[in-house]
């Protein structure tokens, strides 16, 4: 892949260390084809099971820099655009991340995207079709993409609700890559490593991952997350009890509700 060196104001988001990634199916050729053609890509899945690392990891594959940008609800179209600011010499203009990712050939991630209003979320729209640019009304000029840009963005379909989804108009512009929490051995693998912990353990704390995903839907939301395992595991190997470290890790961040929270306990503790 023809990969140009980034220039000074993305040399801090170059990925210099391959970061660990797992591959669980066929998404790494699947992103690579999708990079090959500049196409947008979205990452589809619940939270904490491999999108951001996976990104991560594709940057440092691809040798591009990689600008990640999380999506909040008062995100506006100027804070990944940019905007002119005071100075001393009067207004400049600053690029906000997604500009400089248009301008200078980056990876732009956009993590969870459906948190961003809707306004905001059509700033994309151009950069994802044959136009490829961006046009920066307040400053009156068109950003033509540079030939590596790429825009990936993050979509938790499980958080979907009728005030809260992406726009038809928005989805239909993306390649989708799926991802889930990955089978027992392999899941065991990636937390016994991340962690530190031996596979054992990983795979008693992944036992206690699958119990709470069967509660999805019966008052928990999601189940625990591949990332609230490591959380576990760090603990366990840190010195805590398993019973703590899932307590502190797991059981208590998941749910507020008291009840639930008892049920889903009860569950564990019959496979701890
Ligand atoms: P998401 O972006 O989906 O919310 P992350 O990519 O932050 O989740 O994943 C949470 C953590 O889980 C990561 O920091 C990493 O430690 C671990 N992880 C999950 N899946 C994998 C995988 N396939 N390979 C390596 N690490 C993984």
Redesign the pocket.
Known sequence: MAATPASGRLSAHEIHDEP???P?GDEIDIFAAAYASRLPVMLK?P????????VEHMAWRLKRPLITVAAHEDLTAADLAGRFLLAPEGTVWHDGPLTMAVREGAICYLDEIVEARQDTTVVIHPLTDARRALPLEKKGELVQAHPDFQLTI?YNPGYQSAVKDLKESTKQRFVAIE?DY?EAGIEAE?VAR?AGVSVDLAGTLVDVGLRSRNLRGHGLAEGAS??ML?HAAVLARGGASLEAAVRSAILLPITDERDVRDALGAAIAAGL
Do not use: N
């Open positions: 660990f990634y797992r669980v899945g939270t904490g099971c491999g999108k951001t690392r996976f993050s991802f990955p990636i991340e591949t990332r490591i």
